[in-house]
């Protein structure tokens, strides 16, 4: 699988949007990007994926750059519950195992 | 409905000891990970079972570490003769039908063990 690159740490104001970039520039074409978030004590929750297009769900935004080798995960407006270690993931499939990195660490400041 | 569950959420083994971790998937999940976390650290990929299959064992450190999953439902994880380096959250996941990009993996809270 691809590796990833994101931040290690970032903090974002309640209610504000949280963009959290991410970095997979040796993806194949057969690869999706997948996001994953952990808040803390609890296990990892899936929260969206996507292969070329744009995605929004209930949760939030995936936007992959046209060359594919980077996206940004858009938390619209951040609440003090999304406070979470977020992982990006590249993999053929969703339910195959999955190489999780070290993720970056959201804090929503009040 | 009911998510994956884990069983005890919390060990501590002294060291040498043998332990055995549960995990309860959803119902009619044909696809079972083992994951294991250090602290700070992501998880770390230990083994897969498609139905009662043991399809991938890759990430088992070491032959201590054992994974069945008999019925192809309920998996247990034994770790004999436990040492420090084994103390991590061991995390449970599952998911519906194998191969396709759709699906999600669904965790359970883990197991945190610690060996003193």
Request: glycine share 8%.
């Amino acid at each position: 699988d691809a590796k990833t690159t994101q931040p290690p740490s970032m903090d974002c104001a309640e209610g504000r949007a949280a963009n959290l970039p991410c970095n997979h520039s040796t993806i194949s074409g057969n690869e999706y990007v997948y996001w994953y978030r952990q808040i803390h004590s609890q296990g990892p929750q899936y929260i969206i994926h996507g292969l070329k297009n744009n995605e929004t769900n209930e949760m939030a935004s995936l936007i992959i750059t046209e060359d594919r080798k980077s996206s940004t995960l858009i938390l619209p407006h951040a609440t003090l519950r999304d406070t979470a270690v977020y992982y990006c993931i590249v993999a053929n499939f969703g339910n195959e195992k999955l190489t999780f990195g070290t993720g970056t660490r959201l804090t929503i400041i009040p | 409905g009911a998510g994956v569950s884990q069983s005890p959420r919390y060990k501590v083994a002294k060291r040498g000891q043998d332990v055995a971790l549960r995990c309860d998937p959803i119902s009619g999940h044909v696809s079972l990970f083992w994951y294991q976390q250090a602290l700070g650290q992501g998880p770390e990929f230990l083994t897969y079972f498609q139905n009662e299959a043991q399809l991938d064992k890759s990430g088992l450190p070491s032959d201590r570490f054992f994974a069945e999953r008999p019925e192809g439902s309920v998996s247990t994880l034994k770790i004999q003769r436990t040492q420090q380096e084994d103390s991590a959250v061991y995390l449970c996941a599952s998911s519906e039908i194998g191969g396709r990009a759709s699906e999600t993996q669904y965790f359970g809270p883990g197991t945190r063990l610690l060996v003193l």
